[in-house]
T-cell receptor, first 111, second 114 residues
Framework: EDKVVQSPLSLVVHEGDTVTLNCSYE??????LLWYKQEKKAPTFLFML????IEKKSGRLSSILDKKELFSILNITATQTGDSAIYLC???????????FGQGTRLTINP | DTEVTQTPKHLVMGMTNKKSLKCEQH?????MYWYKQKAKKPPELMFV???????INESVPSRFSPECPNSSLLNLHLHALQPEDSALYLC?????????????FGPGTRLTVL
């Protein structure tokens, strides 16, 4: 059975801290891994990772995929209260375009 | 522009009502999706349309009936729902199915079934 597991499930830090969110996957016919940020409504796209070892960056956020060890991390540096959200990772099954979501990490940034 | 729109934003319906959720995108995407998300859970896939044809139905009860009238629109018709169907219903689209393209989500419709 395809499975994506995120850790931690919940994380509370102070503004300015750096956080690392983890995502491990067991997905047959794995194609890519997606990271989303979900605040009150729809998940908003952050990164798509297809190749191993290539870091993707967007401002204070960065992510990398390890296809040998079957995991990905999402780093957020100099966190701000606006980073508070649920962060979802999802594996894409090649050919089916199905997303297998992890449970999400609820990140809370305190001022 | 990576916008997917959904209407209505909120919907309250009784168990005997018939209602429809609407989703629209103008990005030229040919794959569209319906997801259901309960509180504190990740989205669960319900249906996938590829080139206006239903390609995946994740064993969804028949009280949910999807429709894709054209490449930009996706509807979800609701009839005789149960209170446990209350959830956030998300629509998403991607360039094509089966290519590993990113899915972009709409803002969702929060459905309450009384």
């Amino acid at each position: 059975e395809d499975k994506v597991v995120q850790s931690p499930l919940s994380l509370v830090v102070h503004e300015g801290d750096t956080v690392t969110l983890n995502c491990s996957y067991e997905v047959t016919n794995f194609r890519s891994l997606l990271w989303y940020k979900q605040e009150k409504k729809a998940p908003t796209f952050l990164f798509m990772l297809t190749s191993s070892g290539i870091e993707k960056k967007s401002g204070r956020l960065s992510s990398i995929l390890d296809k040998k060890e079957l995991f990905s991390i999402l780093n957020i540096t100099a966190t701000q209260t606006g980073d508070s959200a649920i962060y979802l990772c999802a594996g894409i099954i090649q050919g089916a375009q199905k997303l297998v979501f992890g449970q999400g990490t609820r990140l809370t940034i305190n001022p | 522009d990576t916008e997917v729109t959904q209407t209505p934003k909120h919907l309250v319906m009784g168990m005997t009502n018939k209602k429809s959720l609407k989703c629209e995108q103008h990005m030229g995407h040919r794959a569209m999706y319906w997801y259901k998300q309960k509180a504190k859970k990740p989205p669960e896939l319900m249906f996938v349309y590829s080139y206006e044809k239903l390609s995946i139905n994740e064993s969804v009860p028949s009280r949910f009936s999807p429709e894709c009238p054209n490449s930009s629109l996706l509807n979800l018709h609701l009839h005789a729902l149960q209170p446990e169907d209350s959830a956030l219903y998300l629509c998403a689209s991607s360039h094509r199915q089966g290519t590993g393209d990113t899915q972009y989500f709409g803002p969702g419709t929060r459905l309450t079934v009384l």
